[in-house]
């Protein structure tokens, strides 16, 4: 399948897709709309949410297993439904619109934590678990000290990758650690997380500044066979809109 980059944002799935793709799926018989009514009608930001989410899932392929099945086997006892939890720090701090704007300073952890519990209010239900990605073991720590300090419940789990090699990424950022054998694992262990997460996760909280949680977050709405096009939605809640630059807008365009 092609896909046509966009340029600028657009509503029109046949900007961003050949002409024709978006009908071609609705006439196969697999979509609805929930509230009734002929799929190809829908509005054009959820086609191309709904194309972009099926095409994420399809691209999320575990490149190893062991990986995989070793982050699993190092979780505790937890039960569905699963959060994640996705707080980028150590590189890429001009793209985030809150560090931009508060003096060069990360948001608080506890931004990320009230949101989850926010969610478990709003919809009556308690998450089973946690699942944390960071670049940083600091964040992780954090949450491990002090849940209800920073807006969890106490007796909530926390999930995450101990094999995930942190300190190197502190250490030297993302894009320079210098052990060939260091990056391959990172590599590895980053994969199995996004697989992991995007596998057992029921709702994302994060930036979406960040293209790994857009992309989180598309492959959870792909899962649970919905489309979001706000930034709070049935899939995720992103932090980041409506700081700086970001608009309603950056929460749905891929």
Not at 44 to 70: C, D, M, Q
Not at 124 to 148: C, E, N, P, Y
Not at 200 to 213: E, H, K
Request: proline share 6%; charged share 25%.
């Amino acid at each position: 399948m092609f896909i046509e980059p966009l340029s600028g944002y657009t509503d029109d799935p046949d900007d961003v897709y050949p002409e024709g793709l978006f009908d071609l799926f609705a006439s196969s018989g697999n979509l609805s709309i929930a509230a009734g009514g002929n799929p190809s009608d829908a509005e054009g930001k959820h086609k191309i949410f709904l194309l972009f989410a099926i095409v994420s899932k399809w691209l999320l392929r575990p490149s190893r297993e062991e990986p995989t099945l070793a982050i699993l086997e190092s979780l505790p006892l937890w039960k569905t439904p699963i959060a994640v939890l996705q707080v980028r720090r150590t590189d890429k701090m001009t793209e985030d619109p809150y560090w931009l704007s508060h003096g060069h300073n990360y948001r608080e952890l506890a931004d990320y934590g009230s949101a989850v519990t926010e969610i478990e209010n709003e919809v009556d239900l308690k998450f089973g678990g946690v699942f944390v990605l960071s670049d940083t073991q600091r964040a992780i720590d954090q949450l491990l000290k002090d849940r209800m300090g920073n807006g969890l419940r106490e007796d909530l789990p926390i999930l995450y990758d101990p094999g995930v090699n942190r300190s190197a990424i502190e250490t030297y950022g993302h894009a320079s650690i210098p052990s060939v054998e260091v990056k391959k694992d990172l590599q590895d262990h980053f994969v199995a997380e996004l697989y992991t997460a995007a596998s057992m996760a029921d709702y994302a909280v994060g930036t979406i500044s960040s293209n790994i949680f857009r992309f989180l977050g598309q492959c959870i709405a792909a899962r649970k066979r919905v489309t979001q096009i706000s930034a709070k939605g049935p899939a995720y809640w992103s932090l980041d809109i409506g700081v700086g630059s970001r608009s309603e807008d950056d929460a749905w365009d891929p």
